[in-house]
């Protein structure tokens, strides 16, 4: 397989359509959160009374009914494959005066959760992403994740370079995985009050109960990992478990600029100098 841009879905966008025309947008990455923000988002939508739009290209990921004439639109579609160009898309749909938030995670988290991901338990699979999962298989785990920085298959990274010319604009706010989990009700208060999309503090508490790791991973506590299900952990910093130095060399080398420009540590810089494996 030829390095290069993976031919997977990258990207999740949310166009959020507030007083008729007007518009704002949330954007979600493959591992990066985008199913937890699908999730958060179809709920505001119900208890909004909004309505929800699905991408013919994604059928059956969400099914509620479509009304074009409503006041207030949540529209949700997937984007792929990774070779179309989600920022154009995002930037054909967005007028001058909306806003855009953009869901990030630290890129070297984002290795280890697409890395079991990939490996074990993603569905409606790319003929690329069946090809990576017989070759993951078949490597030891440093094997297989040593595989995807040099076949260039971290998706996410791919997809945040796009933004690089918007970081700092006024338009556009990062809300970050990690805010979400220390600080759900402040980070989602946040990104909402970005949107002009205000929600009342005892919704955002049942938005945190219904949609917390706990909740939706069958009663598993956040940290116990579940290598089989889809919802594998639910924490940042897992990536020190895997990272030796030779590998933090690999990844700084190749998405170390994701990482500065983020505003995330390098791998080389932020692992600990005797860090514990959990690999088997």
Known sequence: M????????????????????????????????????????????????????????????????????????????????????????HDSHRAAQEKTVVFVRDPKDILVSQYWSW???HLRNTEEMDQARRVLQDKSVEEGLTYLIETDQLSFCHGARDWYPDLGDDYLRLARYES??????????????????????SVLRRLQSRFSFEAVAEGR????????????????????????????????????DVCDRLGYPRAESGRPHASSRERA
């Open 180 to 201: 979400l989990l220390e600080d759900f009700l402040g980070e989602m208060d946040s990104a909402l009050s970005h949107l002009d999309l205000p929600a009342s503090r």
């Open 2 to 89: 030829e390095a290069g841009r993976p031919e997977v879905p990258i990207t999740t966008s949310i166009v959020v359509a507030v007083e008729g025309t007007q518009k704002h947008h949330v954007v979600a990455f493959h591992k990066g959160g985008s199913r937890w923000v699908r999730q958060l988002f179809r709920y505001l939508a119900r208890r909004d009374e909004m309505n929800v739009w699905v991408n013919l290209d994604n059928p059956g990921a969400l099914n509620q009914n479509v009304d074009r004439q409503a006041a207030r639109t949540v529209m949700l579609y997937a984007v792929g494959p990774a070779s179309l160009d989600a920022k154009a898309l």
């Open 221 to 256: 506590d956040r940290g116990q990992e579940d290598r089989s299900s889809p919802l594998r952990k639910g924490v940042e910093g897992d990536w020190v478990n895997y990272f030796d130095a030779g590998l933090a060399r690999d990844f700084d080398a190749q998405y170390g």
């Open 119 to 121: 490996r074990n338990t």
